[in-house]
């Protein structure tokens, strides 16, 4: 996100204004991701490696317990990590200075490819990061018969 004057976007009503300029974009998280998936919650950072068993998410959530987080299997291919972050309440005797940590929903869909198994989906959270599993079904190699030539 940048700092750029509002005549870049039509909309914008401050001389100044922060501009995503990938905000329009259908396709701004890669091939596999789905439009719109960081419209929710941006901060809610997901690495996802492949290892040649399985497909790992690894989510940092700071301060959110378990019960708060939803891991889910949408339409057979579609890894959705869901949740509430709540912000603390602000009591008479305390006044706050700054506020920089994200409350809310968030919400990250990833497009998984054809070779996992989604019925053993596991997801464990340690430390205040999630680890989503997803492991890879056996590429069955094809049958390959020797034809002889004759001749």
């Not at 914008?12 to 995503?20: G, K, P």
């Amino acid at each position: 996100m940048s700092l750029i004057p509002s005549f870049f976007r039509g909309r914008r009503n401050n001389t100044f204004d922060l501009w995503d300029p990938f905000q329009d974009f259908p396709f701004t998280g890669g091939a596999l991701s789905v439009p719109g998936e960081t419209a929710s919650f941006a901060n809610t950072r997901i690495d996802w490696k492949e290892t040649p068993e399985a497909h790992v998410f690894k989510a940092d959530l700071p301060g959110v317990k378990k019960e708060e987080v939803k891991v889910e299997v949408e339409e057979g291919r579609t890894l959705q990590i869901s949740g509430d972050r709540w912000v603390e309440k602000e009591e008479k005797n305390e006044k706050w200075h700054r506020v920089e940590r994200s409350s809310g929903k968030f919400m990250r869909r990833f497009r998984l490819p054809e070779n996992v198994k989604v019925d053993e989906v596991k997801a464990a959270m340690e430390n205040g990061v999630l680890t989503v599993t997803v492991p890879k079904a056996e590429v069955k190699k094809p049958d390959v018969k020797a034809i002889d030539i004759s001749g």
